[in-house]
């Protein structure tokens, strides 16, 4: 048999030559490929595999250490090492296993001992589902947390049937998919507990599905910032509006806006003006977004409050409230848009050549793009199965499976609305634009693991090819009713002098920050012998969260209290020091109690902004 480190290799070699088809299978790969690279640096030398499976997963937990054991592709791997030792083809036998979950085709077993994860739902035992989870158990350590049984359901899906608070929590903790579904026919955990109308349920789904998000950026963070050091660097500014010949003032009831966009290095700064849309009118400000690549965060700054937060973090209560309540009031329906037909054409003048035009001095050919767009919305209807809250015991609901495995369980959706548009734009390209629609792709594949329009988007351009033959489009004219256009176009190109003051907030930007994990829905203060107070701002959260810390101005005790400074102070410096103190009793305590010692009597209030 060949080494285990040989095999690595071998299988490294075959997912990078694999070519996904979707976003959701660019994820997984991603997962693998990690998973792969990391057991490829840990010396595995001395693992010896045996017939038994428990004296194979001491071997292997020997030699990997728990946070990395959690990983399930990893464990999955090490599994295969095993139960195709003595397979000759076992390096294609692993392959053809992880490829399964790349596609998302699992095979569903059909013994009722391969489904402990749902025994253990059904059986109330909270600790052995965290200990399979995990991978703590000898027998099971290779089972996903979303396998599903003969009737579609995953281990989240039974526990939220049965209204299992406790167990759905437990479940959610460890990375279990509350979208999960196995085909398009069924409804996911989140369209269930919409259905049943249980809002508690609902919030624990909500706000594991935005952990899933948080810790999707996070597993692709770095692969983003090295693809930001790949693009080279630029300026532009991107300004899209709604024209209209025959109504007039048009501009002042419809949204508009100018972007402007620099890139320098592993740095990457928006600018925008348009913050909210309130009463037909639009709600203006001046608002950065900025991803810093040595901390690997995105940060959106408020100039106009002197404010700044973290993006990519978990939501605080008033947020899940707001999201749960709209899907509770939206419940009955769903919709769909689809893109098909599309086509790119050269636009011809009338004598048959080819139109051109001159945009930011860069020549542009006009494309006529065409495609039909397909909306749809239906009315969502699911199937509750009232034997299932009767069961007293797996076995009873593993016979329920095996009767009624081919059951749907989601009732045939009765169309409210379908509208079918043909659509017809012009795009004004330029093949010598340095900077190609390629450039951005790896860009998009990180946004479309937290942002389903960015997500539509990218299946969008990766589905018509043709885009990228066509060079960079410098403007796009895309008629949305009969007399009105939304115009997008880009000027103002540079890509030499980018200056490090493009991403210089002047102190706006925090330089300390302070982890939570739940902070009491009231303020907080500790008054010093100098009379000077340490304020924390009204806010709660659930989960871990980043606080963001202005840093303090020093002024004469005369002036009023003034802005946000401009520049790190000694005294940050100690407010690290002294914060470092509030994370660790907020993980022991689940509350934030900041005890400040002998502050300098000239500095002013900190306001911890979320």
């Not at 379908?418 to 946004?447: G, R, S, V």
Request: one cysteine or more.
């Amino acid at each position: 048999m060949k080494s285990l480190r040989k095999t690595l290799k071998e299988l490294l070699v075959l997912f990078l030559d694999f070519q996904p088809q979707a976003i959701d299978e660019v994820k997984r790969v991603q997962k693998v490929l990690r998973a792969l690279r990391v057991l490829n640096y840990l010396d595995l030398s001395r693992i010896k595999l045996d017939k038994k499976i428990s004296t194979s997963f001491s071997n292997f937990r020997s030699k990997i250490n728990a946070d990395l054991w959690e990983n399930w592709v990893v464990r999955r791997v090490m599994y295969g090492f095993h139960i195709f030792q003595d397979d000759q083809e076992y390096t294609t036998k692993i392959y053809s296993d992880l490829l399964g979950f790349i596609k998302n085709v699992m095979p569903i077993p059909e013994h009722i001992e391969e489904f402990p994860l749902h025994r253990a739902v059904i059986e109330r035992k909270l600790f052995k589902i965290r200990q399979i989870c995990i991978g703590d158990d000898c027998n099971f350590f290779h089972i996903h947390i979303d396998q599903p049984d003969l009737l579609g359901n995953t281990a989240l899906m039974l526990a939220v049937k049965l209204k299992l608070h406790d167990e759905v929590q437990v479940l959610i903790d460890h990375g279990a998919d509350p979208k999960y579904r196995l085909s398009n026919l069924m409804p996911s955990p989140i369209e269930f507990a919409i259905a049943m109308e249980d809002k508690a349920l609902l919030k624990k789904l909500v706000v594991g599905y935005h952990q899933n998000l948080h810790s999707s950026w996070n597993d692709n963070i770095e692969d983003f910032a090295e693809t930001l050091i790949s693009i080279p660097d630029f300026s532009i500014r991107m300004k899209w509006e709604c024209i209209s010949k025959f109504i007039p003032f048009l501009k002042k009831f419809t949204p508009s806006d100018e972007y402007y966009i620099v890139k320098k290095g592993n740095k990457l700064k928006i600018d925008l003006t348009l913050i909210g849309w309130e009463q037909l009118r639009a709600k203006r400000g001046r608002v950065s977004l900025l991803f810093d690549g040595d901390f690997y965060r995105v940060i959106a700054i408020d100039h106009d409050k002197n404010t700044s937060r973290e993006l990519f973090t978990d939501l605080s209560i008033e947020q899940i409230e707001k999201h749960t309540d709209e899907l509770l009031k939206n419940k009955k329906f769903s919709g769909d848009l689809l893109f098909s037909n599309c086509s790119v054409l050269k636009k011809k003048s009338w004598r048959g050549l080819n139109q051109h035009e001159i945009i930011e001095n860069f020549p542009c050919d006009e494309y006529s793009v065409s495609c039909s767009l397909a909306l749809t919305f239906k009315k969502r209807q699911v199937l509750i199965e009232k034997e299932l809250s009767k069961i007293q015991s797996f076995e009873e609901y593993f016979s329920i499976c095996q009767k009624d495995c081919h059951r749907s369980l989601m009732l045939t959706s009765k169309l409210e609305k379908n509208t079918n548009k043909h659509i017809k734009a012009n795009l004004w390209c330029a093949e010598n634009f340095p900077i190609k629609i390629t450039d951005l792709m790896p860009l998009l594949d990180l946004l479309a693991s937290v942002s389903q329009k960015a997500k539509r988007f990218h299946e969008f351009l990766s589905s018509n090819q043709m885009f990228y033959n066509i060079g960079f489009p410098l403007k796009a004219k895309i008629p949305l009713m009969l007399t009105v256009t939304a115009l997008i176009a880009f000027k103002e190109l540079r890509i030499e002098g980018i200056e490090d003051s493009e991403f210089d907030f002047e102190g706006k930007i925090a330089y300390g920050m302070v982890s939570c994990l739940e902070i009491p829905h009231q303020i907080s203060s500790y008054e010093s012998e100098y009379s000077e107070q340490i304020i924390l701002e009204d806010s709660t959260f659930i989960g871990p969260k980043l606080a963001l810390l202005p840093t303090p101005q020093l002024q004469n005790d005369s002036e009023e209290e003034s802005t946000i400074p401009s520049g790190p102070k000694p005294f940050a410096e100690e407010s690290r020091e002294k914060l470092k103190l509030v994370e660790s009793r907020s993980l022991i305590m689940g509350k934030v109690k900041i005890y400040l010692e002998s502050l300098p009597k000239s500095s002013n209030d900190i306001d911890i902004v979320i």
